[in-house]
Every structure is written in C-alpha cells, then in structure tokens.
C-alpha cells in the first residue's frame, strides 16, 4: 500500500535556524510530490510540488524541496525560519494514475521561537 | 474564483443526528476529494470523485458514511448516525491536472 512517512512530529527552533523536514514515500510508480502547510485553525495550503524536471524545487515564503528518486524521498528546506512559519507541514504523494489522490504524511509540528 | 467552499464551517451535533457537510468545488476541475483530519489518525482519504462519478471509497469508515456528488458543482457527506469519534475536521478538496486546492474544513463535533 502507499504510505508518506515524516520523519518528525514535531520540531522547535528558533528564529533564523535552518530548517530541514524529512518526506519519504512508498509507491512504484509515477507520483507527482507535495508539501502543503497547516496554520493554525486555518486550512491546508500548497508550498510547493514537483512534477517532473529539476528535483530541486522552490515554493512560496522561501521553501524549498529536493526530490531524490532512489532515496524515495521529498524533503523540505529553508534556510533561516520566521515566527511567522509556526505551522503544521504535511508532506504528500499524488498517485499520477489515479487524478492526483493524495496520500498524506502524518505531518511535522513546527514551533518558531522569536 | 472563490477557491473551494465547504459548508458549515462549525458544526455541533448531538450522537445519532444526521449530519451533511456540503462543498462546492472549484469551477472546472474534474476531481473531488473529501479527507477527514484527527489528532490520531492524522489526514486521511474517505473518498473521491472523477466528473461526479465515486471513484474510490475504501476510505469510508464505516456505512454510517456516505458521499454523493449530484453535478460537478456540488458534492455532500453524510454520516447517519453520527457518534462522538466521528468528530473531526472534514476537509473537501478538488483538483485540475493533478494539483489540489483544499477548502476551510468542516469542523464537526459529537457531542
């Protein structure tokens, strides 16, 4: 069965850490890749995806996400974090044969200190 | 456009009440999905639609569940009889292409 798996439930930093979010995937075939972010109360948003092409991507607010195929893997970066990113992050595998359905990690709790 | 409306955003019910969440998708996509999202078992797939016909559904939990989509503007989940575990966020998602956008959320409580 597919399956997302983050490596982190949940992650404390302070302001202008480095941030790196773990994102592997299990499924044999072709996927496109997510990463959406949660604020609180809010609703999930898009960050970033990668479809085909460079596996390095950049999203919004200055994430970015490599994409490494033999590692199964999708993780997330930015260099220095804000308060502002106190957020959950949810990392997801869209099933290319199957409209996009998302499978969803279970998602990284990001607290920012200020 | 105004992205994907979902309908009630807060709804409390008493256990055994019929309980219907409502979405309206995102002109001229062609997927619908609704995902469930608890502190437990995270985000999770009931069910999703392809031009208004169920695709997959073996993310129902249960009977009590149900889920239609008349047309391609509108889409409904129901749970009859609803029971305190049910209570969670509902989450309504349609998609063009393979990239989903994701309405507010329903949030329902059981009480």
């Known amino acids: 069965a597919q399956s997302v798996s983050q490596h982190n439930h949940h992650v404390i930093l302070s302001e202008a850490a480095s941030l790196e979010l773990g994102c592997n995937y299990s499924y044999g075939g072709t996927v496109n890749l997510f990463w959406y972010v949660q604020y609180p109360g809010q609703h999930l948003q898009l960050l970033l995806k990668y479809f085909s092409g460079d596996p390095l991507v950049k999203g919004i607010k200055g994430f970015e996400a490599e994409f490494i195929k033999s590692k199964f893997s999708f993780n997330l970066r930015k260099p220095s974090v804000q308060w502002s990113d106190t957020a959950e992050y949810f990392c997801a595998v869209g099933l290319y044969n199957q409209g996009g359905k998302l499978i969803f990690g279970q998602g990284t709790e990001l607290s920012v200190k200020p | 456009d105004a992205g994907v409306i979902q309908s009630p955003r807060h709804e409390v019910t008493e256990m055994g009440q019929e309980v219907t969440l409502r979405c309206k998708p995102i002109s001229g996509h062609d997927y619908l999905f609704w995902y469930r999202q608890t502190m437990m078992r995270g985000l999770e797939l009931l069910i999703y639609f392809n031009n208004n016909v169920p695709i997959d559904d073996s993310g129902m939990p249960e009977d009590r569940f149900s889920a239609k989509m008349p047309n391609a503007s509108f889409s409904t989940l129901k749970i009859q009889p609803s029971e305190p575990r049910d209570s969670a966020v509902y989450f309504c998602?349609?998609?063009?292409?393979?990239?989903?956008?994701f309405g507010q959320g329903t949030r329902l409580t059981v009480v």
């Open positions: 998602a349609s998609s063009l292409s393979r990239k989903a956008f």
